[in-house]
Structures are given as structure tokens and as C-alpha cells.
């Protein structure tokens, strides 16, 4: 399984970014893929799950106002649409997928992407 992010960058305070996770070698049909972010000097984090089975979705309760994550089934790919960012949105933001639900926890998740920088500039 290889997952490719991609969609990061600079952006001000207040912008909106989309991410994108391109997802292949296997079928995801029951799959669970999320997003986790780790920023400079701390630990990394969760941002969002969803399941591939039927679309649903968690989300990290500070992010959850202005994050949506979403699939493309035929496509195999993951999105997540940032709205109103701030410096504190700075980090590598990391695809995952999981043959599991779509946990909260990033030992549940059996393969990565590499990472896509975010910064947000204030």
C-alpha cells in the first residue's frame, strides 16, 4: 500500500487549504484512512477519520468546527478541506490507512504517507 499527500504550503491566517492523500496498491474497500499532524517539537496528533465502508467520520474535537475530511471511493483518495487557519495549524500533516474502524489512535494504523507541510503565517 503506498498513500501520497500532497496539498500543503504557505498560507495566511484565515485561509482555507485542501489536502489530498492519493492511495494505491490494494483495495480500500474496507478500509479506514485519517489524517494526523505532528508540529515542531510535539508529539503528533490526530486530526480525522473516516471509514471506507460507510463514510463515517471523527474528528479531534478542536478541529472539528473547521476540518472536514472526506473520499473519493473510485479515485482512492482522501481529502481534508482546512478552513480558517491559524499558526497553530503549522505542522506536517500525515495520511494513514488502517484495515480497522477509523480510530482515534495512530497504533491502529498500519500505513503512512509521507507527510505534507502546512504553514500558516499570522
Known amino acids: 500500500v503506498q498513500l501520497q499527500a500532497s496539498g500543503g504550503g504557505l498560507v495566511q491566517a484565515g485561509d482555507s487549504l485542501s489536502l489530498s492523500c492519493a492511495a494505491s496498491?490494494?483495495?480500500?474497500?474496507?478500509?479506514?484512512m485519517a489524517w494526523f499532524r505532528q508540529a515542531p517539537g510535539k508529539e503528533r496528533e490526530f486530526v480525522a477519520a473516516i471509514s471506507w465502508i460507510d463514510s463515517s467520520t471523527r474528528y479531534a474535537n478542536s478541529m472539528k468546527a473547521r476540518f472536514t475530511i472526506s473520499k473519493d471511493g473510485a479515485e482512492n483518495t482522501l481529502y481534508l478541506q482546512m478552513n480558517s487557519l491559524t499558526p497553530e495549524d503549522t505542522a506536517v500533516y500525515f495520511c494513514a490507512a488502517s484495515t480497522r474502524g477509523p480510530s482515534v489512535y495512530d497504533y491502529m494504523y498500519t500505513y503512512w504517507g509521507q507527510g505534507t507541510l502546512v504553514t500558516v503565517s499570522s
Open positions: 496498491g490494494r483495495t480500500f474497500s474496507n478500509f479506514a
